[in-house]
T-cell receptor, first 115, second 113 residues
């Protein structure tokens, strides 16, 4: 079974600074990988996803993530954080085996943005 | 247009009661899910239906019973509510394939008194 680890529970960055949120996964092959964002009082929204091909994927809101097979990582980055980026971020891994989808979510990283 | 809508948004009730949460999606997806998010934001899948057929049934007390009248609806009924059931419950939907992202509703915050 797959698993995902988000080592940082809480991160604080200054507005305009760069951001990197870490995600490590465990899966026997190359999995499907996702990053979701959850704003307060709302459901999760997909930021980006990786299935195959180019290991650097672009998402919405200026986010990108890089798949590194050797490190079993899929870290999320943004070059310049905006105050509206303050939210909870979830990394998720899904099996690359076809059929029914059972996605496993990480515990989330809460991003705080200070002026 | 709301893609995945759940009702009610808030549910406050007493221990021992029975309650239902409804979910509807207008995205044309064939797979729907129920997740439970606890106070620490941990998101755990409970059930998944594909075309009205139960395909994922995690270790959930049998007080929780999902029902899918058609592929656009997935309701969750909870009997004999307990304090530990307090959480935010999210409905989601997607196309069946593993590489399809899930679309989430805004959640139902259930509080047990």
């Amino acid at each position: 079974a797959q698993s995902v680890t988000q080592p940082d529970i809480h991160i604080t960055v200054s507005e305009g600074a760069s951001l990197e949120l870490r995600c490590n996964y465990s899966y026997g092959a190359t999995p499907y990988l996702f990053w979701y964002v959850q704003s307060p009082g709302q459901g999760l929204q997909l930021l980006l996803k990786y299935f195959s091909g180019d290991t650097l994927v672009q998402g919405i809101k200026g986010f990108e993530a890089e798949f590194k097979r050797s490190q079993s990582s899929f870290n999320l980055r943004k070059p310049s954080v905006h105050w509206s980026d303050a939210a909870e971020y979830f990394c998720a891994v899904g099996p690359n085996s076809g059929g029914y989808q059972k996605v496993t979510f990480g515990i989330g990283t809460k991003l705080q943005v200070i002026p | 247009d709301t893609a995945v809508s759940q009702t009610p948004k808030y549910l406050v009730t007493q221990m021992g009661n029975d309650k239902s949460i409804k979910c509807e999606q207008n995205l044309g997806h064939d797979t729907m899910y129920w997740y439970k998010q606890d106070s620490k934001k941990f998101l755990k899948i409970m059930f998944s239906y594909n075309n009205k057929e139960l395909i994922i049934n995690e270790t959930v007390p049998n007080r929780f019973s999902p029902k899918s009248p058609d592929k656009a609806h997935l309701n969750l009924h909870i009997n004999s509510l307990e304090l530990g059931d307090s959480a935010v419950y999210f409905c989601a939907s997607s196309h069946r394939d593993s590489n399809q992202p899930q679309h989430f509703g805004d959640g139902t915050r259930l509080s047990i008194l």
